[in-house]
T-cell receptor, first 111, second 115 residues
Framework: DAKTTQPPSMDCAEGRAANLPCNHS???????VYWYRQIHSQGPQYIIHGLKNNETNEMASLIITEDRKSSTLILPHATLRDTAVYYC????????????FGSGTQLTVLP | DGGITQSPKYLFRKEGQNVTLSCEQN?????MYWYRQDPGQGLRLIYY???????QKGDIAEGYSVSREKKESFPLTVTSAQKNPTAFYLC??????????????FGPGTRLTVT
């Protein structure tokens, strides 16, 4: 699975959009980009995933560059409850594949 | 109300004792996983199971053992051979459909402290 690079921390004002970047320059053609988040002392929560098209769900939007070497997770209107560590994970499809978590980005939403 | 339950949330043990962490899921998922998380770090895979009565070692299996006698249950035993057992343990499951990209669902975790 491709390696990912994320900034260790970011701040965002409450009500503003939070844009979390992820670099995955060695991504292969069949690898998906996944985003999870982990609120302190809880289990990680799935947010969104995509292959090459931009994706949107009730939680967030995922923007993947045309060359697929980087992506951005967008939380359109961040709230204090969005404060968490956000993990960007790249992996190939297949059943029962483990997720390789890096250190992620600590997002702090400020009041 | 479907999901993954882990119990207990906090567990304290003396060094040299084996301890078993519980993980139950009612999502009818085939695959289950155990991860370990140390402070300020990402998750590391201990063991995973794709189907009942089958499991494979992950990256850090030494000092741990698992069983998968039922689809809904995947208990983890932390043995006295595990050198640094104090950590946050997370159980997850996924629908093991071959070739289909699926997300993993995580339990709330068990924080184990060994003194």
């Amino acid at each position: 699975d491709a390696k990912t690079t994320q900034p260790p921390s970011m701040d965002c004002a409450e009500g503003r959009a939070a844009n979390l970047p992820c670099n995955h320059s060695t991504i292969s053609g069949n690898e998906y980009v996944y985003w999870y988040r982990q609120i302190h002392s809880q289990g990680p929560q799935y947010i969104i995933h995509g292959l090459k098209n931009n994706e949107t769900n009730e939680m967030a939007s995922l923007i993947i560059t045309e060359d697929r070497k980087s992506s951005t997770l967008i939380l359109p209107h961040a709230t204090l409850r969005d404060t968490a560590v956000y993990y960007c994970i790249v992996r190939a499809p297949g059943s029962a594949r483990q997720l390789t978590f890096g250190s992620g980005t600590q997002l702090t939403v400020l009041p | 109300d479907g999901g993954i339950t882990q119990s207990p949330k906090y567990l304290f043990r003396k060094e040299g004792q084996n301890v078993t962490l519980s993980c139950e899921q009612n999502l009818n998922h085939d695959a289950m996983y155990w991860y370990r998380q140390d402070p300020g770090q990402g998750l590391r895979l201990i063991y995973y199971s794709q189907i009942v009565n089958d499991f494979q070692k992950g990256d850090i299996a030494e000092g741990y053992s698992v069983s998968r006698e039922k689809k809904e249950s995947f208990p983890l035993t932390v043995t006295s051979a595990q050198k640094n057992p104090t950590a946050f343990y997370l159980c997850a499951s996924s629908d093991g459909l071959a070739g289909v990209e699926v997300e993993q669902y995580f339990g709330p975790g068990t924080r184990l402290t060994v003194t």
